[in-house]
Every structure is written in structure tokens, then in C-alpha cells.
């Protein structure tokens, strides 16, 4: 695993991205609390929501073109710089807590800059490790994002107690500016493109990548995978404080608690995925993860017991990092270079998507069925994808795309 770092430029984007990550949750870790504390309303809070996803579900597709016509070292650079910028924006809403506008508009711009940025760092990895180390590259990512987001969620009220929204909105600048230079110091060069980009062919482009999508048999298949697994996942998000509540009968603490176990379970599985890489399917790895995810899920929130949920948190955060290094490297291996900006970009336009919708139907759902009868609903659906890989996705162990 820690091998892989040895490439330069992966390595240069892994440090990148940990420290962009990171101060992204320094400022995710109290925003919404500012919001809610200035305000008083959850409409407000949940505004933030929305603002934060609707621009990348509009233009994903679109900026996949982009990412495909252009050097994707070069878009990640300029992309972080303005994000940089972006959220420096903030300091308007420390000096006047009224302008509550200024912070859904920095939402709403970070999402549309990482409608570029996401499809354009997953169309560049695979070109910076051999295709034999994509498992453990991705296992790395994961554990990059988990270890950032830890360090983000311990240090931004550290930094807000000391000085206040401002130090924070700063110090997510300051990410955003050093992931820029490192990426910057990488020595990648793009693939030149099959036929040079003319203005009057963007939409035969974005067409062309659609097209790839329902053409390709495995690729359509990922995008269906995608799909179960995010929306299954994210109707867990707004349900698990009130299971913790009304059926395990614990408090806040027991919530950080499970929330802290699964984290760090899922640094150990990072890790571990990581050093068996090169030997792991990445078929199997979505395929049984999801299942046996599913399987942990259903019976952790049908058996409540204190014991039973940290044990089967402890287990299942694991799980969760191979299922979706799994499928993020059958992605990687299945798109062809030329096409990973547009289907990654619609990919993510499509999770993101998903993500409100499940949250929606998640708290929704959770008020006319139950919340554990939810819960069962989005296990279930989380094992439905894992049977779709393992039923329709056929083995393909060149990793070229499958018809």
C-alpha cells in the first residue's frame, strides 16, 4: 500500500488532497452551527443542503467535456485556487451575520468548482499508478478522506473557540492554496485528446459520453450500482440520531460514540485494503461488501443493543471502505481514458442527485413507515447493489470495457 506513494504524483495528489480535505471539515464542522446559532431556523440550516448539491447534480455532466478537453493537472490547480478565493467570501457573513445569501452563493460556487475538480481527480488517478495498484491507490484515497475528515471535524471548533468563523473560513483558504501548489509540482502531461477540441463539438462530446454510458453494457451497470448504494446510504444519514434515541434509548454521547467507531473501523479496512490490493477482485469487493454490509445493517438495527451496534460499527465501517473501493476502481478500469472527465462528471452529477433524494426520502419515509422499518429499506437497497454487481457485471480481468 504504502508502496503506491512512492509514485511522486500520486503522492503529490494524496497530500493534496488530505490537506484540502481537512479544511473542508474544519469549516463543515462549524458552518451549519453558525447558521443555525445567527439564524434560529433549520430551513436556513438545511438551505445550506441544497445549495451545496444543486449546482454539481446541473452542470457535472457538462464540466465532464471540459475535463476531457482540457489538462487535468492544470483544471485541479486553477479549481483549488478558486475555491480558495471562493470561501473567503465568508468573512462578509463574520463581519454581518444578515447576509445569509453570501453563504448558500460560497455553497453553491464549491459545488459548481467541484462538479470540475471530482471527475477530473478520478479521470487523473489512474494515470499516475499501474493498473495492478488502482486497489490499494483508491484504498489510499479513502483513507485520505477519512483521516481528513477526522482531523477537520477535531480542529475546526478548536480553531473557531480561539478565533471565531473568520480563523476558520482562513484556514480552509489556506488548503485549498497548498493543495494547489502540490498539485502543481506534479510532472503528469495529459493524453492528447482522439480528434482536436472545436468549439462547435462540445455537444456531440457530451453526447458521445451519454451515449458511452447506455452503450456499454458495464458502465450502465456501475452507474445502477452507484445509484442503490449512494441513495440507500444517504436515507442512513438523517435516521441514525433518531434511532440512537428512540430505540437504543441513548444520548448524544452513545451517537458520537457508534459515529467514532465506524470512522475509525474505517481507517483500519483503508488500510488493510490497501496492503491486499494488488490480490483483491474489485467485482468482489463491491459485490460480497455490499452484501455483507447489508446483512450487518439489517441486524444491527433490529437487534437493539448497546453492545451490538458498536461491535457491528466497529465491523461494518471496514466493509464499507471495500465496497466502495470496489467500485470506484471498476469505474477507473471500465471507462476509457478518453471518456472519464464526461462519465465520471454525469457519475457524480448522478450521486449527488441521489444523495438529496435519499436524505428526502430517507426522513420522510422514516414518518409514515417507522424509522427501523426505513433503515431496513435502505440496508436492503444497500444489498441490492451488490447483487446487481455480481449478477450483471461480468468478470473482466484485462479491465477494459466489457460490451
Sequence with gaps: MIGVLRH??????????????????????VLPYVVYARTGSTIATAGMTVAELAPGIVLGSVAGVLVDRWDRRRLLVVVNLLQGLVVLALLAFVADSSLLPVVYAVAAAQSALSAFSMPAENALLPTLVGPDELVPANALNALNNRVGRLGGLALGPVVYAVGGLGAVTVADAVSFVVAATLVALMRTRPVPPEEPAEPGRFFVEWRDGIALVHRERSIAVLFVVFALMTFGGTMLDPLQAPWVRDVLGGGAGLYALLKAVHAASGIAGSVVVGALGARLSPRLLCGAGSLV????????????????AVALSAIAGAVAVGSSVGVETLAQQRVPEPYRGRVFGTLQAMIWAASLLGAVVGGVGAEWIGVVAMLDVASALVGLAGVVVLLALPADRSGAVVR
Design 8 to 29: 511522486r504524483d500520486f503522492s503529490l495528489l494524496f497530500w493534496g488532497g488530505l490537506v484540502s480535505v481537512a479544511g473542508d471539515w474544519m469549516l463543515f464542522a
Design 293 to 308: 454490509a447489508c446483512v450487518l445493517l439489517l441486524v444491527r438495527f433490529n437487534v437493539p443493543l448497546v453492545a451490538v
